[in-house]
């Protein structure tokens, strides 16, 4: 029955991010939450002593957007790493099977499969068909594309797909490079491009190959003449 002259916020459980605005006060506000449940603490103390605490359960959903990997979507013509897809997580910026990184690197937060590779840069693996990735994309030079697609597989007859706004730009059929890490190029030729923000998304029609870097290279602008012949 005394006067409560100390106020006690902690957090219990949940995501390692967010910060408690004012942890000593009565009422207070969190910041910087990501997607989780959370339990935070409230203990209180009286003048005579006595604590008594209480627990507040708090649930951060999905914002069902994707945003850029590294704040600005990347750049058409050029090379995008497969393993930088957008931020938003599970069924908003990919779809992964599984519940973790199973390559357990660079983006291990997340459910798609990462790997270090032989060829210079992280790659995806563990493919299964019904996954994808989403990228926000700016193609700043519309015109006539080859899409080149750094690749490998020890299986034959997988596949995966390339779609701009829902839209399929290009179906890659991989072939059996003799191992996982066993890299080779697979090029199409002649896709045309408009300009403008958009979003990429990688389907995996099959599973059993990996990925590691897709790259755009602007071959024709619009309505470029061929060169007049002698």
Do not use: C
């Amino acid at each position: 029955d005394g006067t409560i002259v100390f106020y006690s916020w902690s957090k219990i459980s949940g995501p390692s991010a967010g910060t408690i605005n004012s942890p000593a006060s009565a009422i207070t506000g969190v910041s910087g939450l990501v997607q989780g449940v959370y339990q935070f603490q409230l203990t209180v103390t009286d003048n005579g002593g006595s604590t008594a605490s209480d627990i507040m359960q708090v649930t951060v959903n999905n914002s069902g957007i994707n945003t850029p990997f590294s704040g600005t979507a990347q750049i058409i013509p050029g090379t995008i790493e497969f393993e930088n897809f957008d931020l938003g997580g599970q069924d908003i910026a990919y779809i992964d099977i599984t519940p973790e990184n199973t390559g357990g690197i660079y983006r291990t937060n997340e459910a798609v499969d990462i790997e270090n590779s032989t060829d210079g840069s992280p790659n995806i693996g563990w493919t299964e068909a019904g996954e994808w990735m989403k990228y926000s994309v700016n193609v700043t030079t519309a015109g006539t594309y080859n899409i080149s697609a750094r690749v490998s597989s020890q299986n034959t007859a997988t596949s995966f797909r390339v779609e701009m706004d829902g839209t399929t730009i290009a179906t890659f059929a991989v072939p059996n490079t003799g191992g996982y890490q066993n890299w080779q190029h697979v090029l199409i030729p002649g896709i045309t491009l408009s300009a403008g923000l958009k979003v990429m998304r990688v389907f995996y029609i099959t599973g059993g190959f990996y990925l590691n870097k897709i790259n755009f290279l602007n071959v024709a602008p619009p309505n470029q003449m061929p060169p007049a012949k002698n």
